[in-house]
């Protein structure tokens, strides 16, 4: 049997402890009525004997030490047991307490963990609403700029100015002489400034942006996968003749310094020339490097992120190296560079083509024939 409670409804331990003083309590009160009786024999006795009072009074002293003498351990046995009794409800009390602060702690514990649950829960379904309403804003917004350059886009093939400039564009003009066309011209300087404020938007306000950063470091890092989806939205409504023009518009070669410097690497950070035709970077006949062509001087100016996967422009670059590699004569490279000073971005396609271990060989042949 356990302390739990029995079919009676009362602990085992009570039970014994009420049997034992039961059977103390009866065997006390049998001692008790003997002691009595016997009392009683001796005060016959004594009336029979006709005693004094001393000599009564000695034969009941006697019997009262003996009365006590026996007494006096029961009653120091039952205070001892009302001594550990009252120990043991103490102690069972104690118990109870520690056990009902356990469960309170317990319960305390829980309750802050759920409500810290709940905190949490909140904290995150109140963060993904802020996630869903500023991606509805920001998708809002860009629609209309969206539309607003849908529109604009459209104006350009209405315009006569316009559509000169782009055809000079695409006649091979270089890109710097394009470049001062395409300034001169309101029409399109009013496009690429829509197209640049909508970049601008992606880039500072898509939701992944939380600090709504658009500082130089910011836009040199790859965009999310996410983010890119907009910009190729846009790169895919754009012309091939505009897409030449926006080659040229942000053409400067000293970026840092450049009041364009954020358009260029807006344009590298999305991939915006990735669809540019870069055949006219070669001579006819494919081999040799075409220098006055806009397609050679965007490699001048951009790096290779700007191209993305732009499969014509690895294959003008691979001709180029494969140039190098079977050339034993001073080409055009080294004539154009000997008449005109050599500059371009220090990360640009180009100075990656310079710095190539087929370019440094072809340039230790050409110089052990003396050939300058």
């Excluded at 003083?21 to 009683?40: P, R, S, V």
């Excluded at 006590?68 to 039952?78: D, M």
């Excluded at 309170?104 to 829960?121: I, M, P, S």
């Excluded at 890092?221 to 409504?237: A, C, G, I, T």
Aim: hydrophobic share 40%; glycine share 6%.
């Amino acid at each position: 049997m356990t302390q739990k409670e029995s079919g009676s409804g009362m602990p085992m331990r009570r039970v014994i402890a009420i049997l034992v003083t039961i059977g103390a309590l009866y065997g006390f009160f049998i001692y008790a009525l003997d002691l009595i009786n016997e009392y009683q024999s001796i005060l016959k006795d004594l009336n029979k004997n006709a005693l004094g009072p001393e000599q009564l009074a000695g034969v009941l002293g006697t019997q009262g030490d003996y009365f006590g003498g026996l007494l006096n351990p029961f009653l120091a046995f039952f205070s001892l047991i009302a001594l550990l009794y009252t120990i043991y409800l103490q102690t069972n009390e104690l118990s109870l307490t520690r056990k009902e602060m356990e469960k309170t702690t317990k319960f305390n514990e829980d309750q802050a963990l759920e409500l810290r649950k709940q905190v949490e829960a909140a904290e995150r379904a109140a963060e993904l609403q802020a996630n869903v309403s500023r991606q509805q804003q920001f998708d809002t917004t860009f629609s209309t700029l969206l539309a607003e350059h849908g529109r604009v886009l459209n104006e350009i093939s209405k315009d006569n100015d316009a559509c000169a400039v782009l055809n000079g564009v695409e006649m091979k003009l270089s890109i710097f002489g394009a470049r001062e066309q395409i300034h001169q011209c309101q029409m399109l300087c009013k496009y690429y400034r829509v197209l640049y404020q909508l970049l601008k938007y992606i880039a500072r306000n898509h939701p992944e942006n939380t600090h709504r950063r658009f500082d130089r470091e910011y836009l040199s890092l790859r965009p999310s996968d996410d983010e890119k989806v907009y910009s190729s939205l846009v790169r895919s409504m754009i012309p091939h003749d505009v897409l030449k023009g926006l080659a040229a518009n942000s053409a400067w070669t000293d970026r840092a310094d450049s009041e364009y410097c954020e358009y260029i690497l807006l344009i590298e950070r999305y991939a915006m020339l990735e669809h540019l035709h870069m055949e006219n970077a070669l001579k006819k006949g494919g081999k040799g490097i075409a220098f006055l062509s806009l397609e050679t001087g965007a490699t001048f100016v951009y790096r290779s992120e700007a191209f993305g996967t732009n499969t014509s422009l690895s294959f003008v670059i691979e001709s180029w190296l494969e140039g190098f590699r079977t050339s034993h004569t001073s080409s055009s490279f080294d004539r154009y560079f000997s008449s005109v000073p050599l500059v371009y971005y220090e990360s640009s396609v180009i100075a990656g083509v310079i710095g190539s271990k087929e370019f440094s060989d072809y340039k230790e042949r050409v110089s052990s024939l003396g050939i300058k």
